[in-house]
């Protein structure tokens, strides 16, 4: 998939599918799969690094990330999260970091929020050449401002800021937009409301894509089960039974046999 490819699919309404991967065997897996688009997401820190929020995502991790996934894939999209304040910046220093991910194999790369400051920012990138994925709802960079993990828009004057918030990040000049945990009846009004496609998480289904945290949609990892996560395989039992079911033949002597010595 090719940056031009996200209007083209959302004027023949054929959706686009969107997954993290941090990691060069889970880039080759994506690689052999139908996934359109793979975000290296600042999620990293947590799934992978195992910090509490994606405040801890820094641009080193998110560079060494983003080189290993870029190394196994072949034809999907490839955006970067900008990390944590790091599009807070000046505008020459926020260039250099937009470099990094790019430099790293990214094709494009996601920041989070809409705010005057964002949308300067991002129609600066743009004009340089830089295609820019856009972030609104649940922003988790801004969890402790928006007080927890919470459902955004739920009220009038947040749904009309949140629709405001989309319609600034078209004219900005954003490719495609992120809209994360909000009403299905909000991002369908988006959705509608824009050229660009959007790519929801706990949106609802009227978006124009979907997206979903590696970790979330294997089943690796059962201590945080959102409503909007669906796990479309059991990973953590699968991986568990291989891993087991190797430490009893070690107990048993039954590994390796002779078909596995020398
Ligand atoms: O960092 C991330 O994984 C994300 C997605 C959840 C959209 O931003």
């Keep these: 998939m090719k940056i031009h490819d996200f209007k083209r699919k959302k004027v023949q309404q054929s959706k686009i599918s969107m997954l993290t991967c941090y990691d060069y065997p889970s880039a080759c897996i994506v690689a052999e799969s139908q996934i359109d688009c793979v975000l ?3 999620s990293v820190a947590m799934a992978v690094h195992g910090h509490k929020s994606t405040i801890m995502a820094t641009m080193e991790m998110m560079i060494l990330h983003t080189e290993s996934v870029a190394r196994g894939l072949h034809q999907q999209f ?18 250099q970091n937009v470099r990094k991910l790019l430099q790293a194999g990214a094709h494009a790369v996601k920041i989070e929020g809409a705010d005057p400051d964002v949308c300067q920012t991002i129609r600066h990138l743009v004009t ?11 922003t988790p ?16 004057e947040q749904a009309a800021l949140l629709l405001q918030q989309a319609r600034d990040l078209e004219t900005a000049g954003c490719f495609a937009l992120v809209i994360e945990c ?34 979330d949609l ?5 201590e945080f089960n959102p409503r909007f996560v669906k796990k479309f ?30």
């Design 40 to 42: 290296v997401g600042d």
């Design 78 to 95: 490839l955006v970067s999260d900008l990390p944590f304040l790091c599009h807070r910046v000046s505008q020459a220093d926020t260039t």
């Design 128 to 138: 340089a050449g830089i295609p820019v994925m856009g972030h609104i709802g649940l």
């Design 141 to 156: 960079q801004s969890v402790h401002q928006l007080g927890g993990y919470k459902v955004q828009g739920k009220a009038d």
């Design 182 to 215: 909000v009403p299905q009846a909000l991002a369908k009004a988006i959705t509608q409301a824009l050229s660009i496609p959007t790519i929801g998480i706990g949106a609802g289904v009227e978006t124009d894509g979907q997206v979903l945290v590696w970790h």
């Design 218 to 222: 294997l089943g690796l990892q059962t």
């Design 233 to 262: 395989a059991q990973g953590k039992e699968t991986l568990l039974a291989g891993i087991n079911s190797y430490a009893e033949h070690v107990q048993q002597a039954s590994f390796p046999t002779l078909e596995h010595s020398f």
